[in-house]
């Protein structure tokens, strides 16, 4: 083959702004557009077939969440003089309509950042990241001329040594059993929210005083490391775990989780977040103020004030990056404020 039969095995270049597939029609048998992968998919349903290619790219339940929420809004973003369509008929459309649907040169795409440009920019930046993952794998690239906006990453938000007391405290007189076990378990282990409910009996070595964290952000697993103060809260909830279980119907996926609510089911990120709302009012404590994610904040600075070295807290933590845990160090005036005063009573103590 000469090298000129070669090159008109190639599509002609256009001007539409995507990916298109390398070989010329009479090649493949196809009128298409779409990348070579995808052309024998083109009549097939867009939603599943995105739906198992992020699958297959193991993104995370949240992460696949977010993705289909702001693809519908990108999806559902009208041109002028365009008929309405709704969710259901989108939903169904085929590979090959969604093809054309997004395509960058539209107008959509612009429409639709625009109606997003209010949002905050971590907001804006996880839409963009949905709409561009929805381009590439349809063969569009995205225009150079899409912006995300760059935010600042706020300090960490961290209750003060006297607002961690008062909380335990208040979990302590709480009638509610999961108090107790859930506060210490997220101060002395540093444990996303969504890793606490994921937590099962079997993920436990209380004796090695670790556990580990299955699944976790982006997921991944991970060690886990337990105080005597954690081992002994869980050692208390565990008859009152047998009890629920043994009054309540536990569905069967439900049956190895190491936190039951009081109806026999998973705890879940919003039941736990209710459970702190009622402390930090025991507290007087702002609800704004206490949160999951704001104990582990306070597990990572807690570690930090006591000289643990920044490698071992990101482990801890479970941060792919280094910059994620090098936020710690820009600690907020209260916390430095009560080093500093921590650190001079014990200087006076010795001398």
């Known amino acids: 083959m000469t090298r000129q039969e070669r090159q008109e095995q190639w599509a002609e270049p256009h001007s539409r702004g995507m990916r298109v597939t390398p ?9 298409q557009r779409l990348p070579s992968r995808l052309v024998r998919l083109a009549d097939l349903p867009w939603s599943g077939a995105w739906e198992m290619q992020l699958r297959a790219e193991q993104k995370s339940v949240n992460t696949m969440r977010s993705y289909r929420t702001a693809s519908r809004q990108f999806l559902a973003t009208t041109l002028p003089g365009e008929a309405v369509v709704d969710d259901d008929e989108i939903q169904e459309m085929s590979v090959g309509q969604m093809q054309m649907r997004i395509d960058p040169n539209n107008g959509r795409l612009d429409l639709w950042l625009q109606s997003i440009s209010h949002l905050r920019p971590a ?62 378990t997220l101060l002395d282990t540093g444990m996303r929210v969504s890793e606490l409910c994921g937590l099962d009996v079997h993920h ?22 337990y105080t005597d ?27 190895e989780a190491m936190f039951l609510s ?24 702002p609800r704004t103020r206490l949160s999951p994610h704001t104990l582990r904040h306070n597990f990572a600075t807690g570690l930090l004030e006591r000289g643990v070295d920044l490698v ?40």
């Not at 839409?127 to 690239?141: C, K, Q, V």
């Not at 509610?176 to 859930?182: D, G, R």
């Not at 009081?262 to 404590?285: F, H, W, Y």
């Open 23 to 31: 070989f010329d029609s009479r090649l493949i048998g196809v009128e």
């Open 123 to 184: 907001t804006i930046n996880a839409r963009i990241a949905a709409a561009t993952h929805l381009l590439g794998w349809l063969g569009h690239m995205v225009p150079d001329w899409v912006a995300r906006p760059s935010r600042s990453r706020p300090l960490p938000k961290v209750l003060t040594r006297d607002e961690v007391g008062r909380v335990r405290r208040a979990a302590a007189e709480s009638e509610n059993p999961l108090a107790v076990p859930i506060i210490t």
């Open 204 to 225: 436990l070595d209380l004796r090695d005083r670790s556990g580990m964290v299955v699944g976790g952000k982006g997921n991944k697993d991970r060690t886990v490391l």
């Open 229 to 255: 103060r954690t081992v002994n809260a869980i050692h208390a909830w565990q008859p009152i775990r047998e009890m629920v279980m043994a009054r309540t119907e536990v569905p069967v996926d439900d049956g």
């Open 262 to 285: 009081r109806v026999g089911r998973r705890i879940t990120p919003r039941g736990v977040q209710k459970m702190m709302d009622a402390l930090a009012d025991a507290s007087e404590i």
């Open 312 to 351: 071992s807290i990101q482990r801890l933590l479970g941060h792919a990056n280094i910059q994620a845990t090098r936020i710690y160090l820009e600690i907020n005036d209260q916390t430095l404020r009560e080093i500093y005063h921590r650190a001079q009573a014990a200087l006076h103590a010795d001398e």
